[in-house]
């Protein structure tokens, strides 16, 4: 871009790359040296509360199955819908009445 004006000193930046490529792995710090920290050190799990959690995220999951399968029926219907307006034919959507009331 010839028209871009000239950069200050301040403003210029050298990005140095290092070679090896892009699968490289980049240094993160040392690696652990001991796990221990992280373990149970008693060995009790709270079973009781694990189980709790998993039927919470269950039902989590399960509510947004549901929901995705609800949207996809909508949208399929109202797809449908759509077509059946847009090729010029009438009484395309049902009307529903109460045959009492009449």
Same mark, same amino acid.
């Given at each position: 871009?010839?028209? +871009?004006?000239?950069?200050s000193d301040?403003? @210029?930046? =050298?990005?140095?790359?290092?070679?090896?490529?892009?699968?490289?792995?980049?240094?993160?710090?040392?690696?652990?040296? +001991?796990?221990?920290?992280?373990?149970?050190?008693?060995?009790? +799990?709270?079973?009781?509360?694990?189980?709790? =959690?998993?039927?919470? =995220?269950?039902?989590?999951?399960?509510?947004?199955?549901?929901?995705?399968?609800?949207?996809?029926?909508?949208?399929?219907?109202?797809?449908?819908?759509? +077509?059946?307006?847009?090729?010029?034919? @009438?009484?395309?959507?049902?009307?529903?009445?109460?045959?009492? @009331?009449?």
């Amino acid at each position: 871009m010839a028209s +871009d004006p000239p950069m200050s000193d301040s403003e @210029r930046r =050298v990005l140095r790359f290092r070679r090896g490529g892009a699968g490289a792995p980049t240094p993160q710090g040392p690696p652990a040296s +001991d796990l221990s920290e992280y373990q149970n050190a008693d060995g009790a +799990d709270d079973y009781h509360h694990r189980m709790i =959690v998993n039927a919470l =995220v269950f039902l989590f999951v399960m509510a947004l199955i549901g929901a995705g399968l609800w949207l996809a029926d909508t949208m399929a219907a109202m797809r449908k819908n759509e +077509d059946c307006v847009l090729s010029g034919r @009438r009484g395309c959507t049902p009307v529903e009445y109460n045959r009492q @009331r009449w």
